[in-house]
């Protein structure tokens, strides 16, 4: 069984800085691509970001290109995002999740385990 614990969210002015941590058990961590995924109240559940396995290659939505920074520790098998330059729009439940490719991909329906969610909310 797969456990992803999400930490780190919480309330920041617009123009601040948080950065989320989501800690991994019960798959080889370093074997699967990770997601981050973000989900505001009446909108779907949107793709933020994605690393592969190796953390050699990242993928980002247009919205957050340029604030927001994954990686990954697989030693500590962790994978972390990184929010700079946070914006009121970026508020939202954040969501970590795990694949079974070893390339990251936007769509949540290629993912298989989801942890709980971390709000994230940016005050203008």
């Known amino acids: 069984q797969v456990q992803l614990v999400e930490s780190g969210g919480g309330l920041v002015q617009a123009g601040g800085s948080l950065r989320l941590s989501c800690a991994s058990s019960?798959?080889?961590?370093?074997?699967?691509?990770m997601g981050w995924f973000r989900q505001a109240p009446g909108k779907k559940r949107e793709a933020v970001a994605r690393?592969?396995?190796?953390?050699?290659?990242?993928g980002y939505a247009d919205s957050v290109k340029g604030r927001f920074t994954i990686s990954r520790d697989n030693a500590k098998n962790t994978v972390y995002l990184q929010m700079n330059s946070l914006k009121p729009e970026d508020t939202a439940v954040y969501y970590c999740?795990?694949?079974?490719?070893?390339?990251?991909?936007?769509?949540?329906?290629?993912?298989?385990?989801w942890g709980q969610g971390t709000q994230v909310t940016v005050s203008s």
């Open positions: 690393i592969s396995w190796s953390g050699d290659s990242t």
């Open positions: 999740a795990v694949t079974r490719r070893r390339i990251g991909v936007p769509d949540p329906e290629e993912y298989d385990y």
């Open positions: 019960g798959r080889p961590f370093s074997s699967y691509a």
